[in-house]
């Protein structure tokens, strides 16, 4: 298992402690596997989710160390979203 899988996870848990997100996403990080954030906190996993955002792990932590905003990803390439865009853009308020 990935130490970044593994560190990535625990951000996401610090991030989501305000609460603000309901629903389920996946967090498919190229080459190295996948983070599951739902109700019951952000685990490295590869369940089904609500919405599914993918990109490579230095995408993945600039996002997360508030280096580089999630839509600005999104618009350049850098990150593609499957499933309820709703849902993506409520989660990328709350990591912002």
Known sequence: MSDFLE???AEL???MA???FDGSAKFAVADLGAIVMDANGARVGDEDADVTLS???DTFQAIFDGELNPTSAFMTGKL???GDMGL???LA????
């Not at 308020?93 to 912002?96: C, D, F, G, M, Q």
């Open 88 to 90: 993506a853009m409520k």
């Open 80 to 82: 593609t979203v499957d």
């Open 55 to 57: 990109a490579d792990a």
């Open 93 to 96: 308020a709350v990591l912002a």
């Open 7 to 9: 560190q990535a996870a």
């Open 18 to 20: 305000e609460g603000g």
């Open 13 to 15: 848990n610090t991030k």
